[in-house]
């Protein structure tokens, strides 16, 4: 029986983050079905209590890093 991923995520702690501004955990999450690039902050409220920051970006081909992008449609201007 196949796992079925969808409206599921997980983030990872980003061992790779070189600026603050990077994310602290990165990863996927799935939302009806559809792919999405997950990120989070680790940040703190005003008073004191930690929480995270979350943001998603859709997974698409021209999205990921090395992918080539077409130029071959027509601009119509």
């Known amino acids: 029986m196949a796992y079925d991923k969808t ?10 983050k070189e600026d603050p501004k990077h ?9 009806d079905g559809q792919e999405y690039w997950l990120n989070a902050w680790i940040k703190e409220s005003k008073n004191g209590m930690k929480f995270m920051s979350l943001s998603i970006k859709p997974k698409r ?7 080539s992008v077409s130029m ?3 601009i119509p201007f």
């Open 61 to 67: 081909a021209s999205t990921k890093p090395g992918a």
């Open 23 to 31: 994310a602290d955990y990165s990863g996927n999450i799935n939302v």
């Open 7 to 16: 409206n599921r995520g997980v983030p990872f702690r980003n061992t790779d």
């Open 72 to 74: 071959d449609d027509e």
